[in-house]
């Protein structure tokens, strides 16, 4: 059974950015709230390294 | 000719800032070509194509900044190299700096944000995904590249959640009037647009502001959503979204044609909807759709619109001017001045949806068309380098966006193949799309300008005149003045459109005579 959670076609957009930041520069322009994370790939991209993180995390 | 190049170690930078490195770098006086890419094991093979390698090379993370140069002199390269510093600076100033590295660090800073947009290398993205989904976030995942049982178990826990999860490979989505990705600034209005195609919702929702009416939202889904694997989970959780909110009147969904699993599981799907819903399934045989269907079929994306502002009761405005470009007195002129060779079509697009529904409406005009993105088995060019009698180009494609820019951002690649086809003497019409709104190019046709121009003069040299046919998909509210784009093209003598279906309508005529 799904979570009751507001639908987000009826909610105003609060946005968390990963990556390319023109994504965040033109929501930003039309006015939305917006976040830029600057993200680097984990543990320098070093999978094995990664998954024993996400095991520690 | 000497080549080289420079490992920074831990230095992440992403794939449209280093276009702007490279081409600063290419400037540098001497220099024939530049790569600049982080260390992934895709960007060593092209780095390999060029004959970058070696032991250092193979060692480099995917955090690893690779800058290599290839030059007419050791002083040129070494120059270049040099100046590497220099332009990093520059363009790391120019860049407004965020202190949030990571999304649980976000979530903390903005604990109201109900959406994630993540565009990261593919390798990366489900778990980020994961992440944001886990922390109660809807997802738009621009990232492409993410193994199909990832992209099932993310759209699984979206919809245990209760959260949407538009992609991996999302190119657009428009929610409220709000535009994510490669979206073009439209109206609010009745009309509900779904689809795994980002350039197919850009014309859909361009034509319909065009035309007067108004979107409601436009759901992008990835582009393997309706694939049997996927069954069609953000397509139907779209579905039942539109199909409950009260700003929507009209539904449609534009789509490539589904095998037979996922048909079966949207039509049950549709028997729910209420709402008016037209089903546009490019290139897709009519006669999969069972009779009594709950939708109506449209065959081009022009057709949906047209179906879809007739049932919101918008009464359509006239489209652009260009569409009366395609009478007959003009075919016949237009055709006299062609080379004694010249007979083919060749497209060169941007837009995956616009080469594919070209060769639709080709084929059903009874051409022989061929791509390297067939729409039919048997279709395909051997290289796709190469095009033979019709041919249409898909420069999205995976062969020329490896380790590059998409061609809606990067014009070069696109560039290149124009100069090569006016080359041929057989081409009679060459066929382009240009893609206006946010986050595509700043000045599309701009970009391509000198290259159609340098096209037209080539094949006047060798006799004959070269007709160059564009559709440009957008509205007069895009970040890009689509007037003066336009303008542009039509001083240079291109036969513009405002669709591609208009522009390949055109074609047929002009190659029938």
Redesign the interface.
């Known amino acids: 059974m ?4 507001e ?5 105003e ?12 520069e ?2 930003g ?2 006015e ?2 917006v ?8 543990a ?3 999978q094995e390294m ?1 998954d024993l993180l ?1 095991q520690l995390l | 000719m000497v080549a080289g190049f420079k490992i920074r170690k ?1 230095e ?1 930078y ?1 794939s ?2 280093l276009m702007g490195v490279n081409k600063r770098l290419a400037e540098y006086p001497g220099v024939t070509q530049t790569a600049v890419l982080m260390g ?1 094991e895709a960007n060593k093979e092209l780095l390999a194509q060029i004959r970058i390698g070696g032991p250092e090379i193979d060692a480099a ?3 690893d900044l690779i800058v290599a140069v290839i030059a007419d002199n050791e002083a040129a390269m070494d120059a270049a190299i040099a100046g590497l510093d220099a332009v990093l600076k520059a363009m790391t100033e120019s ?9 649980r ?3 903390e ?2 604990p ?10 593919g390798a ?1 993205a489900a ?2 995904a994961r992440k ?1 989904l886990e922390g ?3 997802v738009f995942l ?2 492409s590249n993410v193994p199909l049982d990832q992209e099932l178990e993310l759209k699984r826990l979206g ?6 999860v538009m992609g991996p490979d999302c190119g657009t989505s428009i ?7 490669f979206a073009n600034r439209v109206r609010l209005g009745s009309i509900g647009v779904i689809g795994p195609s980002g350039t197919g919702l850009q014309e859909f929702t361009s034509s319909v502001h065009n035309a007067g009416g108004g979107i409601s ?1 436009a759901i992008g889904t990835g582009s393997k959503d309706l694939s049997d694997a996927i069954g069609g989970l953000t397509t139907l959780a779209a579905l039942e ?2 199909e ?2 009260p700003a929507t009147e009209v539904i449609a969904i534009v789509a490539k044609p589904l095998r037979e699993v996922t048909l079966r599981i949207l039509l049950e799907a549709a028997d729910r909807v209420t709402k008016p819903l037209i089903g546009c399934l490019l290139g897709a045989d009519e006669s999969m759709i069972p009779s009594g269907a709950p939708l109506e079929w449209a065959h081009t994306i022009d057709e949906a619109v047209e179906i879809a502002l007739r049932k919101a009761g918008v009464k359509p405005v006239l489209p652009d001017e260009g569409s009366k470009n395609g009478v007959p007195s003009q075919v016949k002129s237009i055709r006299e001045g062609w080379g004694p060779e010249a007979r083919f079509l060749r497209g060169v697009f941007a837009g995956g949806t616009f080469c594919y529904q070209a060769q639709q409406i080709l084929r059903q005009a009874g051409m022989v068309v061929f791509s390297n993105s067939p729409i039919k088995p048997g279709y395909g060019l051997d290289d796709p380098d190469c095009s033979v009698d019709h041919t249409v180009v898909d420069m999205g494609d995976e062969h020329y966006t490896l380790g590059r820019p998409h061609p809606m951002i990067d014009s070069r690649e696109r560039a290149r193949r124009v100069l090569a086809e006016a080359a041929d003497p057989t081409v009679a019409v060459l066929l382009l799309d240009f893609i206006l709104g ?2 595509a190019a700043s000045d599309p046709v701009g970009d391509m300008l000198e290259a159609l121009a340098d096209a037209q003069t080539l094949r006047e040299k060798s006799g004959g005149s070269l007709t160059i046919v564009a559709s440009v998909c957008g509205t007069d509210d895009d ?1 890009q003045d689509r007037v003066l784009q336009v303008k542009m093209l039509r001083e240079l003598g291109v036969y513009v459109f405002d669709t591609n279906a208009r522009a390949v309508d055109f074609c047929v005529k002009l190659l029938k005579g």
Not at chain 2, 112 to 121: D, M
């Open positions: 799904a979570e009751e959670r639908d987000i076609l009826h909610q957009l609060v946005v968390i950015n990963l990556g390319l930041p023109g994504f965040a033109s929501l322009a039309q939305v709230e976040i830029q994370v600057d993200w680097e790939p984990p320098g991209g070093d990664i996400d | 831990r992440y992403d449209v800032f992934t993370a995917p955090n860049q407004p700096a965020s202190d949030v590295r990571t999304l660090a976000a979530l800073r903005v109201g944000a109900n959406l994630a947009v993540l565009s990261i290398p990366y778990d980020e944001a109660g976030l809807n621009f990232s919809r245990s959640k209760g959260l949407l929610l409220h009037g709000v535009g994510i990705g939202h979204r539109l409950a909110d946010y986050n970040p």
